[in-house]
């Protein structure tokens, strides 16, 4: 193909060429490995278990993941403790906990959750976060994926 040129400017555009397909082929190839490594929602532990001395009046929130899903724990002035899970109903964004609005609070629109995650009316969400079981003995908290309304 490039026989016609010195040798000096063919190994150039050889490996000028071979960059430009290793370039387009990178994005493809990262891809397809993210896909093949992905444990979907059997990845992960199918409870959290944490201390409730983490949940501070300072830092009242904790973010946790079970089974890959992130969930939300949070403590409130009662001292109960009670867990959200913690993508926004709207557009699967994660919430946070903001104690000063009170409520969960979605940054990708402004969305807000009042401290029961009942969507607050005139915000984008549509639905509320679902609460899910905390067991609670002593200072050891665990959280799984059973909506609360459910576990009676």
Request: charged share 20%; hydrophobic share 40%; with cysteine.
């Amino acid at each position: 193909m490039f026989e016609h040129l010195p040798t000096k400017r063919r190994n150039i555009l050889r490996w000028l060429l071979a960059g430009g397909i290793t370039a387009f082929i990178a994005p493809f190839a990262y891809a397809i490995g993210k896909f093949l490594a992905f444990q979907g929602a059997f990845a992960g532990s199918k409870t959290a278990k944490l201390s409730a001395a983490e949940l501070t009046p300072d830092s009242p929130s904790k973010l946790v993941e079970i089974e890959g899903e992130p969930v939300i724990v949070v403590r409130e002035g009662d001292n109960s403790i009670r867990a959200f899970t913690a993508t926004c109903t709207h557009l699967g964004c994660i919430v946070s906990f903001k104690p000063q609005i009170p409520g969960f609070y979605c940054k990708c629109h402004s969305g807000k959750y009042d401290v029961n995650g009942v969507n607050v009316p005139g915000t984008r969400p549509k639905s509320p976060l679902t609460e899910l079981v905390v067991n609670q003995q002593a200072d050891d908290l665990e959280v799984s994926l059973t909506p609360k309304n459910s576990a009676a």
